[in-house]
């Protein structure tokens, strides 16, 4: 929702703004698993979390797991990753992915394991070397991003670039956290102000790094124009989870409401989508990866858990009667303070519903209460909606094989 085309006034995104009118707005897209690992492995295998390992952070994403990289290099494509990895088992300094296995597919490489000081980082290309990164940190991986567009080639190319801002520390250069006076700002309905729960300051410099990150877009889809390739270049543009900024009177991700499961969904493909489509399409990480592929006319493995949603995108409205009913929401880890525990639920069009293992937790009417400000859960009215969305939950539950086993995130170093 931190998005000018997503209707933020206050946030300045000229840039995503005009890559939404220039392919698909999809507004209801969403994080299965609200957390960084997870997420990041679900972008890459098109699989839960539970399926392809990654269910908590700082966990290694198995070498045996087909990633979209992978199928794509069989295919002739050239492979490449900028930015925050993030999927090695309790590593994330030095930072040093060594070329092979670990890579998972990419060939090209300028990142590191992860870092936040983005002031003072370095990252690796193909040897353990480090290469500091001088200023804010964001900027030398677009400097890399731009340098992998440029190389000249005939070849068909998959690039993922993955910035750590917004993610807080919520810092961006002095020039962007000028353009923002948080006490201008206005706050969701749904804000708490606390000790616990971030401060305007805090609204302000994540409304910086985004700017930040608008302008760096901006130059990749600029060196799309200078090479001849933006109007056969598909570009997805996501996050791998939100950030609660005190909404709900709590902070960062994990949470099952709608600023920390919902991210921006931003599709543009000159040469198949029509421009200044906005759908209500369900759209989640899982789907991400199969529906790429079907986009590029390749064939969906049987691994991945998603579904292939290109002819929807290519054929619009339509296309909606097999439109997906839900989102799995998946939980597995106590969120950050130890304020809740694991949970698992899902998303429809109008409603959001959790659980945790043993009773109802959440049961929102998203139309009516879109900054979810009444829990219906215990709401004798509802018991029969609370009944449906349930059932829905635990099929979903069931069929992916899924369990309540509570895990933790990996220690790392």
Same mark, same amino acid.
């Given at each position: 929702? %931190? &998005?000018?085309?997503?209707? +933020?006034?206050?946030?300045?995104?000229?840039?995503?703004?005009?890559?939404?009118?220039?392919?698909?707005?999809?507004?209801?897209?969403?994080?299965?698993?609200?957390?960084?690992?997870?997420?990041?492995?679900?972008?890459?295998?098109?699989?839960?979390?539970?399926?392809?390992?990654?269910?908590?952070?700082?966990?290694?994403?198995?070498?045996?797991?087909?990633? *979209?990289?992978?199928?794509?290099?069989?295919?002739? @494509?050239?492979?490449?990753?900028?930015?925050?990895?993030?999927?090695?088992?309790?590593?994330? /300094? =030095?930072?040093?992915? =060594?070329?092979?296995?670990?890579?998972?597919?990419?060939?090209?490489?300028?990142?590191? *394991?992860?870092?936040?000081?983005?002031?003072?980082?370095?990252?690796?290309?193909?040897?353990?070397? !480090? &290469? =500091?990164?001088?200023?804010?940190?964001?900027?030398?991986?677009?400097?890399?991003?731009?340098?992998?567009?440029?190389?000249?080639?005939?070849?068909?190319?998959?690039?993922?670039?993955?910035?750590?801002?917004?993610? +807080?520390?919520?810092?961006?250069?002095?020039?962007?956290?000028?353009?923002?006076? !948080?006490?201008?700002?206005?706050?969701?309905?749904?804000?708490?102000?606390? &000790?616990?729960?971030?401060?305007?300051? %805090?609204?302000?410099?994540? @409304?910086?790094? *985004?700017?930040? &990150?608008?302008?760096?877009?901006?130059?990749?889809?600029?060196?799309? %124009?200078?090479?001849?390739?933006?109007?056969?270049?598909? $570009?997805?543009?996501?996050?791998?989870?939100?950030?609660?900024?005190?909404?709900?009177?709590?902070?960062?991700?994990?949470?099952?409401?709608?600023?920390?499961?919902?991210?921006?969904?931003?599709?543009? @493909?000159?040469?198949?989508?029509?421009?200044? %489509?906005?759908?209500?399409?369900?759209?989640?990480?899982?789907? /991400?990866?199969?529906?790429?592929?079907?986009?590029?006319?390749?064939?969906?493995?049987?691994?991945?858990?998603?579904?292939?949603?290109?002819?929807?995108?290519?054929?619009?409205?339509?296309?909606?009667?097999?439109?997906?009913?839900?989102?799995?929401?998946?939980?597995?880890?106590?969120?950050?303070?130890?304020?809740?525990? =694991?949970?698992?639920?899902?998303?429809?069009?109008?409603?959001?519903?959790?659980?945790?293992?043993?009773?109802?937790?959440?049961?929102?009417?998203?139309?009516?209460?879109?900054?979810?400000? $009444?829990?219906?859960?215990?709401?004798?009215?509802?018991?029969?909606?609370?009944?449906?969305?349930?059932?829905?939950?635990?099929?979903?539950?069931?069929?992916?094989?899924?369990?309540?086993?509570?895990?933790?995130?990996?220690?790392?170093?």
């Amino acid at each position: 929702m %931190d &998005i000018g085309a997503m209707g +933020n006034p206050e946030v300045r995104t000229p840039t995503m703004d005009s890559l939404a009118a220039q392919g698909a707005l999809l507004p209801r897209t969403y994080a299965n698993c609200p957390v960084c690992c997870p997420a990041r492995g679900t972008l890459l295998t098109g699989e839960f979390a539970h399926h392809h390992g990654v269910d908590v952070n700082d966990a290694p994403l198995p070498n045996e797991q087909v990633t *979209i990289a992978e199928i794509l290099q069989q295919r002739g @494509y050239r492979t490449g990753f900028v930015g925050k990895w993030h999927l090695e088992g309790g590593k994330r /300094m =030095p930072g040093f992915v =060594p070329p092979g296995p670990r890579r998972q597919g990419f060939e090209f490489w300028a990142a590191n *394991i992860c870092s936040h000081d983005y002031w003072d980082m370095q990252y690796f290309r193909d040897d353990p070397e !480090p &290469i =500091p990164m001088p200023g804010y940190s964001a900027r030398t991986f677009t400097d890399e991003a731009v340098r992998f567009l440029e190389q000249e080639s005939d070849k068909p190319f998959c690039l993922f670039v993955e910035w750590g801002p917004p993610h +807080n520390p919520y810092v961006a250069p002095p020039e962007y956290m000028n353009l923002y006076d !948080p006490d201008g700002l206005t706050m969701r309905e749904n804000w708490v102000d606390g &000790i616990r729960t971030g401060s305007r300051s %805090d609204l302000a410099g994540y @409304y910086a790094a *985004i700017t930040f &990150i608008d302008d760096q877009v901006k130059r990749l889809l600029e060196t799309l %124009d200078k090479t001849g390739r933006a109007n056969d270049t598909i $570009v997805l543009l996501t996050s791998d989870h939100g950030d609660m900024l005190g909404s709900q009177g709590t902070r960062l991700k994990r949470k099952p409401w709608e600023e920390s499961i919902r991210i921006p969904g931003i599709l543009r @493909y000159p040469a198949a989508i029509k421009p200044a %489509d906005r759908s209500d399409l369900l759209f989640s990480q899982v789907d /991400m990866a199969p529906t790429l592929l079907g986009l590029a006319g390749v064939e969906v493995p049987d691994s991945m858990d998603g579904r292939d949603l290109s002819s929807y995108l290519l054929a619009g409205p339509d296309a909606a009667a097999d439109e997906p009913e839900s989102v799995y929401l998946q939980s597995y880890t106590p969120t950050e303070q130890d304020e809740f525990p =694991p949970w698992r639920g899902v998303r429809t069009a109008r409603y959001t519903y959790a659980r945790q293992q043993n009773q109802p937790w959440l049961l929102y009417d998203d139309e009516a209460d879109p900054f979810q400000k $009444v829990n219906l859960v215990d709401n004798p009215e509802h018991a029969e909606l609370r009944a449906e969305l349930d059932a829905m939950t635990m099929a979903w539950f069931e069929k992916t094989g899924d369990d309540w086993t509570e895990r933790n995130d990996l220690p790392y170093r």
